[in-house]
């Protein structure tokens, strides 16, 4: 489902984010990406998402090489992808249920179907009783748990995460990821960034690390 | 070749539904039909309008002084155009009918005056004549005037005969050719042509057209820097909104489209405004331009905007919101990007 060809990201201040990076992923998959800060878990991420090109190689994404698509095409690549961040991402100027529902009204769903599997995701994260309230009010594991259920309301084929449990106790931590697990037992390519040695190493998933911009290690 | 490649890409990249129905099981019919994607789009239209007009309700402040601007920035040239309209209007009323005024000499008796009106009626330049003997013309200067008692203080007449030629040909070429002619004639005093003062009029009217043109252009520059400058402001405070929008593949134009909707917002609101602005003024200016115009005993009247042109402000003012606010919009949201 996601697959690196050599490929390098070289900043134009001339550091390279990564370099000559090759792994792929099988669709149906769940891997950790791990490395210390600036080892290139982020610049990784950011080709998936196409906020960033490649300087050299290839990223392939379900057999299609990202690089041919231009930058019109970008908003259509992303809705194939669900993502979460350390920091979240919401909107507190409006509910739960309208944060969640936002990327359905972006990919044109009728409004009662949009309903519906919002309030589906909600339910999956345990917050179907939150809907109507202002995400500011919930608390850090609630509110990745709202992130969680926008990346996947509008059933993406690659779940990315980025940090998800940087600012969470170990607790959270370990729910936030029992989640990830199950997106990934209907079907899902979950891909995480994460640190956490600890946490990841309890999870019996493939473990990518990077260092440097390297990847020095793949494998269980 | 490469714009082949690009093509194809742009084909596979649609989620395919039939697929996603596949893995996901749920129904995923949403993308099936055009017309439910048409219709989707048009839906998602009319949310945002809404949506839009409410926001810009919800701002009352902010909303109003910007239209207040807009009104004004519309409005004067609106006025200016207005009154250059009645000014042309003014010169048409004399135009159709451009006559040439022959002031016989005061030596001419009024048996003279008769007969060069017949004589000239003969010639095949001139379509008519009419006589206005010394007698007469006193009669209607006392009549028009109220100087009528001057007369009384004076021996005798001092107004000369007139005869009042209608030229056959009516072009501005040939009128003043026969005034010519006329006026070499040996019983002319002096040959008038009373289009004279509505060739300067029509001079002034041109002269009045380009100002209201150099002052239009000056204000639809400055409804667009309005418009613009709000409409950045607007995007400012919804960048966070416009960042998660464009990482869960909002395309440009469904960002886009809020902000140019504010914009549409503007211009309609924007126009209505200005069109009361003018119809106002044009009332406060009604009963001095008919007292004015009772003194002239003119049948003129003033003239306000029309259906036609009440249209044509409202769709350029919209056009104006539109044009301000894709311009901001062209220009802030590309800077915005994910990160």
């Known amino acids: 489902m996601i697959s690196f060809d050599n490929v390098t990201k070289r900043y134009p201040n001339g550091y390279d984010a990564l370099s000559q990076v090759n792994f792929s992923l099988a669709s149906g998959e769940m891997a950790f990406l791990t490395g210390h800060s600036g080892a290139g878990k982020s610049t990784l991420l950011k080709l998936l998402m196409l906020m960033e090109r490649p300087s050299n190689g290839r990223v392939l994404m379900g057999n299609q090489d990202l690089a041919t698509l231009s930058n019109r095409q970008i908003p259509y690549h992303r809705r194939r992808v669900g993502v979460v961040f350390q920091n979240h991402q919401l909107l507190f100027d409006r509910s739960v249920f309208e944060n969640i529902v936002l990327p359905l009204r972006i990919c044109g769903f009728d409004p009662a179907d949009a309903t519906r599997r919002a309030r589906a995701a909600l339910d999956k994260v345990g917050l179907l009783d939150k809907e109507k309230l202002n995400p500011v009010v919930l608390s850090g594991g609630e509110q990745q748990r709202v992130g969680i259920a926008r990346a996947i309301v509008h059933k993406p084929q690659v779940l990315l995460a980025d940090e998800p449990t940087g600012n969470l106790d170990p607790k959270l931590s370990e729910e936030v990821m029992r989640l990830f697990q199950q997106f990934n037992q209907v079907g899902t390519t979950v891909l995480i960034a994460s640190h956490d040695l600890g946490l990841i190493a309890r999870m019996p998933h493939r473990v990518i690390t990077l260092n440097r911009g390297r990847l020095v290690a793949d494998g269980k | 070749m490469e714009n082949n490649q690009r093509r194809k890409g742009a084909v596979r990249v649609e989620p395919n539904p039939k697929r996603d129905a596949k893995i996901h099981r749920g129904a995923e019919h949403h993308r099936l039909k055009m017309s439910d994607k048409g219709r989707s789009y048009l839906r998602h239209n009319l949310e945002v309008a809404k949506q839009s007009y409410f926001s810009l309700l919800a701002q009352p402040l902010t909303t109003f ?3 207040a601007v807009l009104a004004i920035a519309l409005a004067l040239p609106g006025a200016l155009y207005t009154g250059l309209k009645n000014l042309q209007q003014l010169g048409d009323g ?22 060069l009106s017949r004589e000239l009626l003969l010639r095949d330049d001139v379509a008519g004549t009419e006589l206005i003997t010394a007698q007469q013309g006193m009669l209607e200067f006392q009549a028009m005037s109220g100087f009528g008692d001057v007369f009384s203080f004076l021996d005798s007449n001092p107004l000369p005969a007139v005869v009042m030629v209608m030229p056959r040909n009516l072009s501005v070429t040939e009128v003043p050719l026969l005034q010519a002619k006329l006026q070499a004639l040996p019983q002319v005093d002096e040959a008038v042509v009373d289009m004279e003062w509505v060739q300067r009029l029509a001079g002034f009217v041109l002269l009045a057209e380009r100002m209201v043109w150099v002052l239009t252009a000056l204000f639809i520059t400055a409804v667009l820097l309005v418009v613009g400058n709000t409409i950045r402001l607007s995007i400012e405070s919804r960048r966070d909104e416009i960042i998660i929008a464009k990482l869960v593949g909002a395309t440009d134009a469904y960002v886009r489209r809020p902000f140019l909707y504010d914009g549409v917002w503007f211009g309609v609101a924007g126009g209505l405004a200005a069109w009361v602005l003018i119809q106002l003024s044009l009332l ?27 249209i044509l402000l409202l769709i350029l003012s919209i056009l104006l919101g539109l044009a301000g606010a894709w311009l901001a919009v062209g220009r802030h949201l590309r800077e915005i990007q994910p990160q």
């Open chain 2, 284 to 310: 406060l200016l009604n009963s001095p331009v008919e007292h004015l115009v009772r003194l002239y005993n003119s049948q003129f009247e003033l003239a306000g905007l029309g259906f036609g042109e009440t």
């Open chain 2, 65 to 67: 002084m910007t239209l």
């Open chain 2, 94 to 115: 004399w135009q159709g009918d451009p006559r040439v005024a022959l002031y016989l000499k005061m030596t001419a008796s009024d048996e003279d005056a008769e007969t």
